[in-house]
């Protein structure tokens, strides 16, 4: 080949060849600038995702402040709840729930007129003794006691609520000395029984009977007047009904032997024409008393008296 011949070819090869590398780089200068808008792309995407991150953490810690503040009063209860469930497991002293005597509706023994046996200066051993025979004769009775419990039982009150009977203030020391002084000296007395038996029972009293009854001559005369007429107001003031009685057992003062008992209240009760309020007395000196009871309780029955527990409205039965 000529030297002509040959220069002609290597021009045509470098022809050839930056022809060659001019369609390289255009071709790679489109594919730089389509991958830079992949990248613009991607950039973007990853501008979105940034702030949809952080859009979604905002929104997450809202919701969890949302959770505190709605679970915030069960974090509080709870220690309350535990507080309360230790408390429950510590022993500690009862308290009273207050309420009232219900009204004794059951009637026992006959279809007549009605019994109502009442026991005037209790608590004492002959207490317990009474109501072992009530038990036994299953008849419910009204106990007008004091706070001078001798029974030996120091729960006596609450029994006598609890074996169905109704439970009636007598005054706290039964002193006509004291407590007919004054208006203020009796119901102080009068309250401070009421404080009493209901720390005793949780049961708020809602009857009463006066020492010696409404015609107490020991009233009138410690007293210097009518005193015991004025104590009814204050007495209803306070929502209690009062009773006397219309068959006396004659064990008041004195102690009579058992038959003579028998004999005072089968009399009173013939004598009369309707329901009857027995008086007895049960303090620690009555064992007569105690002895006498199941035969007046026979023969109660055995002329078709019933027997019930006094409740407040039952019978009209006062002296003054």
């Known amino acids: 080949m000529s030297n002509r011949a040959r220069l002609i070819t290597a021009a045509v090869i470098v022809a050839l060849l930056l022809a060659g590398g001019s369609i390289g780089m255009i071709h790679y ?64 002293a009862k308290q009273p729930q207050e309420t009232k005597q219900k009204p004794q509706e059951n009637h026992y ?23 072992e025979i009530l038990k036994q004769e299953n008849i419910p009775a009204t106990f007008f006691v004091t706070g001078n419990n001798v029974s030996g039982e120091e729960s006596v009150y609450k029994r006598i609520v609890n074996e169905g009977h109704r439970l009636a203030n007598h005054t706290y020391t039964h002193n006509f000395a004291e407590i007919y002084q004054s208006t203020e000296a009796f119901l102080a007395d009068f309250l401070r029984l009421e404080e009493f038996l209901y720390q005793e029972t949780g049961i708020r009293t809602d009857m009463m009977r006066f020492p010696g009854g409404t015609q107490s001559a020991m009233a009138q005369k410690t007293s210097g007047y009518n005193i015991v007429g004025e104590l009814i107001g204050e007495i209803k003031a306070l929502d209690y009904d009062y009773f006397d009685w219309n068959v006396y057992s004659g064990d008041g003062t004195e102690t009579p032997p058992s038959a003579e008992i028998v004999k005072n209240v089968l009399s009173g009760a013939d004598g009369i024409a309707g329901d009857i309020v027995v008086l007895f007395h049960d303090s620690r000196t009555k064992k007569s008393t105690v002895e006498a009871l199941p035969q007046i309780i026979a023969e109660l029955t055995e002329r078709g008296y ?11 039965v006062k002296h003054r």
């Open 109 to 131: 023994g006959g279809s007549g007129p009605t019994a109502y046996l009442t026991f005037d200066d209790g608590p004492s051993k002959n207490t317990l003794a009474i109501l």
């Open 306 to 316: 019933s027997f019930s527990a006094l409740s407040p409205g039952a019978i009209e």
């Open 29 to 92: 200068n489109k594919q730089f600038s389509a991958l830079k808008d992949e990248v613009r792309k991607v950039n973007r995407h990853n501008h979105t995702l940034r702030e949809q991150n952080t859009f979604l953490k905002n929104r997450v810690n809202e919701l969890e402040k949302d959770l505190a503040a709605y679970q915030l009063p069960d974090k509080e209860e709870k220690p309350q709840e535990e507080e309360s469930f230790k408390e429950e497991q510590q022993p500690k």
